[in-house]
């Protein structure tokens, strides 16, 4: 259905519920103000409800099929006619009920008839006035989320940028061809961190970028960084935002194997359990005297504020010392998307 229609799908079961429970308080309220001597006229009660219900159910009967078509429409255009609908089936239940309740001959309470579509028309339009407004927010809401997701986005800069530029240029007279491909991919990298419309992309997008920039690093530090890689199979699609697993791979490097004279192991793994697929950086603590968490604690604060925006709390990201051993832990709900980013299903 068209996100950008005012109008909800009133096809969704939690849509009808609402609009139900909505229209029972709106009678119950109602047959308050009906009763003469007890707190609720419950006769008054259960005729208002039955005629209620009938005619609510009936109009979302014919609206939801042509939502589609309404939302193609202006939105003055679409109120008229959903108004016109309404009307129409509160007419025609309102002439079944008159000849139910005053058998025989007779012409019909018309002037009841008129209260009754007077009042479902002036309930119609401050109904589709709050769905306006709602979808309105939503709308809001969305865009600032857009914007503070680009504004994190953005702000990820990888700090090896001038290590790079400098083992690029020695290697430009040495091994020509090393060098071009260390360019291009920084220039990826780069391009990943402008990419910034992107709110998902597949597990393997975010994999292939860190893959570059540790190609990247390993023209400068050579045997010192050594790789473990733990990839469950099935998750090559998994949604995952742009630019979270890259910088938590780059702090593991620019925390735990640079300030080490020997270096050390970065262990990436990724695995699903139940619901959620969990990826988890590793690598060695600092030594003590050495370079410690701070600029680490930077890109985490980052990622969370970007999972959470995107998730809730469905996602969650924590690190933890056990040993020797800085872990990073990042949990995603299962879902997959495809090359363009467009969730498929959860």
């Not at 007890?38 to 008054?44: K, L, N, P, S, T």
């Not at 078509?69 to 202006?74: G, I, K, N, V």
């Not at 597990?203 to 733990?230: K, V």
């Not at 969370?304 to 925006?309: D, L, Y």
């Amino acid at each position: 259905m068209d996100s950008r229609f005012f109008v909800p799908d009133l096809c969704r079961v939690r849509a009808l519920f609402m609009l139900l429970v909505t229209s029972e308080l709106v009678v119950l309220a109602l047959a308050m103000v009906q009763a003469q001597h007890d707190w609720i006229d419950w006769e008054y009660f259960g005729l208002l409800s039955l005629f209620v219900q009938w005619t609510l159910l009936t109009s979302v009967a014919m609206i939801c099929p042509l939502r589609p078509r309404l939302a193609q429409l202006p939105v003055a255009s679409a109120t008229f006619v959903i108004v016109v609908l309404v009307l129409a089936d509160v007419f025609a239940f309102s002439l079944f009920a008159d000849r139910v309740l005053n058998p025989g001959p007779g012409a019909p309470q018309w002037h009841s008839i008129a209260k009754k579509m007077l009042l479902a028309m002036l309930t119609t339009l401050i109904v589709l006035r709050y769905f306006y407004l709602q979808h309105q927010w939503q709308q809001q809401q969305e865009a600032e989320l857009q914007a503070h997701l680009s504004s994190l986005q953005s702000r990820i800069q990888p700090h090896f940028l001038f290590n790079s530029m400098n083992t690029i240029a020695s290697l430009i007279a040495s091994d020509p061809q090393r060098a071009e491909d260390a360019v291009l991919d920084l220039s990826e990298l780069f391009r990943a961190s402008l990419r910034t419309s992107e709110q998902l992309i597949p597990l393997h997008r975010e994999l292939e970028l860190c893959q570059r920039y540790l190609d990247i690093e390993a023209l400068r530090m050579g045997d010192r960084l050594q790789l473990q890689w733990h990839i469950a199979d099935g998750l090559q699609n998994q949604a995952i935002p742009p630019l979270t697993l890259q910088p938590l791979v780059e702090n593991a490097i620019y925390h735990g194997i640079q300030p080490r004279a020997q270096g050390g192991i970065v262990r990436v793994e990724a695995q699903a359990s139940g619901d959620f697929v969990y990826l988890l950086v590793q690598n060695p603590k600092p030594e003590p005297g050495q370079s410690g968490h701070d600029g680490n604690r930077m890109a985490l604060d980052n990622i969370q504020a970007r999972i959470q925006a995107l998730f809730g709390d469905r996602a969650v990201l924590k690190h933890s010392h056990q040993g020797d051993i800085y872990t990073v832990t990042l949990r995603l709900p299962a879902q997959q998307v495809d090359r363009q980013g467009a969730q498929r299903h959860t």
